[in-house]
């Protein structure tokens, strides 16, 4: 008996010939071209809703729909791309590794978020610690970069950045509409549920023991739209 499709690769699917479709629609100037894009999403819509709802619960596609027809631009700005987020891995003086429990999923987890306009991405970082913890870091390296809906840390496509960070002051103080809780965790005690420990974790705490590695990233799926891991 085959196996049944994840809902992480039903997301990684609609999410892809979304993409695909908003691009068309921000190139095209065809009517009947638009039309067919516009079908496209309107498949992607319900392959999405059937990853979130379960598929026999997935009677109504139309919020992804709108929410796509939104990000169509035009030209050049209407290319989908994926989002770009960064993480922080910060450390401090005894070794411990800084996580938050987010307040809109319970989950553990590094301090993220979005990039913002006219911040570069190490000082995006510096300031989502800092507004989410009460946490004052320096940027060291980036360690990683990950591919959130692989991970199963996004709903949509996104790239994070990883940043190896030191703690330089600041006293912890979580902020109360991004976290239920946070604090500082050796590797032996991470708090449950934890989000993708198993694929950060190893290197991140190779970069607190001071081990120096190349920056780690997905491997290749081959073939892509097969590969799960």
């Not at 095209?28 to 598929?55: C, H, M, N, P, W």
């Not at 934890?194 to 694929?199: K, S």
Request: hydrophobic share 40%; aromatic share 8%; with cysteine.
């Amino acid at each position: 008996m085959s196996e049944p499709i994840s809902e992480k690769a039903l997301r990684r699917w609609a999410e892809s010939l979304a993409g695909v479709a908003r691009t068309g629609l921000g190139f095209t100037e065809s009517q009947y071209e638009r039309e067919r894009f516009e079908e496209v999403l309107k498949i992607a819509g319900d392959i999405k809703a059937a990853a979130d709802e379960g598929l026999a619960d997935a009677v109504d596609a139309q919020g992804h729909i709108d929410e796509w027809m939104r990000q169509v631009g035009s030209g050049v700005p209407g290319y989908a791309t994926p989002k770009v987020a960064v993480g922080a891995a910060v450390a401090n003086d005894k070794g411990e590794l800084l996580l938050i429990q987010r307040a809109d999923s319970g989950v553990w987890l590094y301090p993220t978020g979005w990039c913002d306009i006219g911040y570069s991405a190490p000082e995006v970082v510096v300031k989502e610690v800092e507004e989410e913890t009460g946490i004052l870091v320096e940027p060291v390296r980036l360690i990683g970069v990950l591919d959130g809906l692989r991970l199963g840390t996004s709903r949509i496509a996104l790239y994070s950045l990883l940043f190896f960070c030191r703690q330089v002051g600041g006293e912890l103080n979580p902020h109360p509409l991004e976290c239920s809780d946070a604090g500082w965790f050796t590797r032996d005690n991470m708090p449950s549920p934890i989000l993708g420990a198993d694929r950060w974790g190893p290197p991140i705490f190779a970069a607190i023991d001071g081990i120096h590695l190349d920056v780690f990233y997905d491997t290749l799926r081959r073939p892509v739209w097969r590969g799960e891991s």
